[in-house]
């Protein structure tokens, strides 16, 4: 896979003006096998615990770039007849996307199956050259003309990342459809409801009417043959900003949200670094909402031969204090990352509580369109 996709065990030079991405002309992953003994009677607890300090060790290895490389496997032998594989990497080198793509590849090689050609990543970093930055400035500048204050809910000085704490919630089946039915009825989409509630729970957190959050965005552009199957970063991180007052109905929110996404759609590779710069502002969030719809389907990857995947879990981390990870499904996840060092558990299951009872409230709001709830009415919530 990795001669496959060279770019998986690319290096990086911080020393230059910009950073540099080198691929090695024998390009590899770093690879461990190990096994854990379990003949002295350790229960799955003590295996877990194992399992788990290894994969730690894993995470801290692809987060030093300047010990590559930041993609690397471990294969784990727990009993005779099974193993755990963990692939660790730095957003750097692969996104979410990515690795539902890469997983399905790695299965599909190892029973010999014929794959088709892939697509160079080189392609994507060639097309990202070639876009018109002047156009793409204008329409950031445009999107935040006006916008004062950053939307923080750290400390603006706030350097050191804390400890990371993590917690996840189901939306019940008859909210999401419920969620789902707004979204059809306002020609939208349901990240485009959830990216409503969100601002409106950073109302209620912060006092702000006009507020700002990151959003992850695939990508990948449609024009470009091929991205839906191209393995590498091509995810970024953009900003999304509402401005509700006391009048603002939900259908009002909903269109505000959905034109500003109109508006920069075609910009969204810009990196956040340069929208900083030309709107000129050091920051603008320090929150993030992710919306994955790509799920894998671990019955396909085993495909009738003589294994079975049991089980898939994920582990993300990002350097937000508060980051809001929503995935699709008959009953939408919810999963919250967040930095020990300004929430707890217990804020945490309150911050979610009222964010269900926003998006409850919005879907019965958005059908009469009632006005939405300023600072004051969502404190009721």
């Known amino acids: 896979m990795v001669n496959r996709h060279p770019n998986l065990a690319a290096r990086f030079c911080p020393q230059f003006d910009e ?53 690397r496997m471990a294969l784990i032998r727990i009993a005779p007849d099974r193993h755990r594989v ?15 793509i890469l997983l399905q590849e790695i ?12 697509t160079s990543y080189r392609r994507f970093v060639t097309w990202l050259a070639d876009r018109d930055l002047e156009a793409a ?41 419920a969620l789902t039915d707004l979204a059809r009825s306002h020609h939208t989409t349901i990240n485009t409801v959830l990216q409503a509630g969100w601002a ?29 199957s191209m393995v590498g970063l091509l995810i970024n991180t953009v900003p999304v900003r509402a401005n509700i007052t006391a009048a603002t109905t939900t259908r ?3 269109t505000q949200l959905r034109h500003a996404h109109s508006h920069t759609l075609d910009h969204q590779h810009l990196a956040l670094s340069a929208i900083h710069r ?10 993030l909402l992710v919306y994955e719809n790509y799920p894998v389907d671990t019955t396909a990857l085993a495909d009738a031969h003589e294994f079975a995947v049991t089980d898939m879990k994920t582990h993300e981390s990002t ?21 020990t060092d300004i929430f707890d558990a217990e804020t945490i299951q309150t911050l979610i509580t009222r964010l269900q009872r926003v998006l409850v409230a919005m879907t019965a709001r958005g059908r009469a369109g009632e006005r939405t709830a300023g600072p004051d009415r969502l404190r009721g919530l």
């Open 319 to 339: 350097h937000y204090p508060l980051t809001l990870e929503a995935r699709s499904g008959q009953q939408l996840g919810l999963r919250v990352e967040y930095d």
């Open 137 to 177: 400035h204008t329409a950031w500048r445009e999107l935040l003309a006006g916008f004062d204050s950053p939307t923080l809910v750290g400390s603006r000085d706030r350097v050191a990342l804390g400890q990371r704490g993590e917690a996840s919630y189901q939306i019940s089946v008859q909210t999401t459809r």
């Open 252 to 254: 009002e929110l909903l």
């Open 200 to 228: 409106r729970l950073l109302m209620w957190l912060t006092g702000q009417r006009d507020v700002a959050f990151g959003a992850a965005v695939s990508g990948r552009p449609a024009e470009l043959p091929g991205a839906e």
């Open 107 to 118: 299965f599909a090689a190892y029973y010999g199956q014929r794959l088709p050609a892939a």
């Open 86 to 100: 963990v692939l660790t990497n730095h957003h750097i080198v692969l996104d979410g996307w990515s690795t539902s």
């Open 19 to 71: 950073p540099v991405q080198l691929i090695p002309a024998d390009p590899a992953p770093a690879w461990q096998y190990t096994e854990i003994d379990t003949s002295g009677g350790k229960g799955d607890g003590e295996v877990d615990a194992q399992i788990q300090q290894l994969c730690a060790a894993e995470r801290a290895a692809v987060c030093d770039l300047t010990n590559p490389p930041a993609f």
């Open 278 to 287: 030309v709107t000129g502002h050091d920051q603008l969030f320090d929150t």
